[in-house]
């Protein structure tokens, strides 16, 4: 069974950080490419960033480089993400998240409320 466990969300004041890592189990950890995704309250889903199977390259949604990083170690089969610098307009549910043979995987998610 494919498991995605994200964690790490929490309350945290503006200008604040979190990590949020995700555990993965039950797939090929070191194959796929992984990404984060959120969602703000009453919007749709945002991609946030991704990282490439060996971790050598990472993406980020426009505005976000500087700020959030995603890193992996697939001894651990663990991707994280970590935010700086966090805004009002960061709040949301994340996501880790995958596609296996064209089918999405992700898991119940961790909130981040950003708020004074």
């Known amino acids: 069974e494919v498991q995605f466990v994200e964690s790490g969300g929490g309350m945290v004041q503006p200008g604040g950080s979190l990590r949020l890592p995700c555990a993965v189990s039950?797939?090929?950890?070191?194959?796929?490419?992984m990404s984060w995704v959120r969602q703000a309250p009453g919007k749709g889903p945002e991609w946030v960033s991704g990282?490439?199977?060996?971790?050598?390259?990472?993406y980020y949604k426009d505005g976000m480089k500087g700020r959030f990083t995603i890193s992996r170690d697939n001894g651990e089969s663990t991707v994280w993400l970590q935010m700086n610098s966090l805004k009002s307009e960061d709040s949301g549910d994340y996501y880790c998240t995958t596609t296996v043979n064209s089918l999405p995987y992700w898991g119940q998610g961790t909130q981040v409320n950003v708020s004074s």
């Open positions: 039950g797939l090929s950890f070191g194959v796929y490419e």
């Open positions: 990282i490439n199977p060996t971790g050598s390259h990472a």
